[in-house]
């Protein structure tokens, strides 16, 4: 499975983005795509993830509200919408991809085994 994120780019204090995340290849019924970002000198962390076999949404607790995470599973595309931006959410996005990531590990980055490139998402002030 190969992905390509897109859509970052610079933007105000309560803006909005969309990033995109397409997929090619095969995908399996418990197929999990999801966002992770990293900010300089943080460690990269969870912000959303969907599961293509029933939709389940997964929210990191910073970005519930503000964010949301679709799919579409015929374009095997995941979008991350993201709202009401603040400059805490400055980061270099990633999209991630796993076959047959479990729920209890899915706010994981190591569970991931397939990575996008990274999108810069800018929120000035």
């Known amino acids: 499975v190969q992905l390509q994120a897109s859509g970052g780019g610079l933007v105000q204090v309560g803006g909005s983005l969309r990033l995109s995340c397409a997929a090619s290849?095969?995908?399996?019924?418990?197929?999990?795509m999801g966002w992770f970002r990293q900010a300089p000198g943080k460690e990269r962390e969870f912000v959303a993830a969907i599961r293509w076999g029933g939709g389940t949404l997964y929210y990191a607790d910073s970005v519930k509200g503000r964010f949301t995470i679709s799919g579409d599973n015929a374009q095997n595309t995941a979008y991350l919408q993201m709202n009401s931006l603040k400059p805490e959410d400055t980061a270099v996005y990633y999209c991630?991809?796993?076959?047959?990531?479990?729920?209890?590990?899915?706010?994981?980055?190591?569970?991931?085994?397939?990575w996008g490139q990274g999108t810069l998402v800018t929120v000035s002030s």
């Open positions: 290849g095969r995908t399996s019924s418990r197929f999990v």
């Open positions: 991630a991809a796993d076959q047959t990531a479990i729920t209890s590990a899915i706010r994981r980055p190591e569970t991931y085994d397939y």
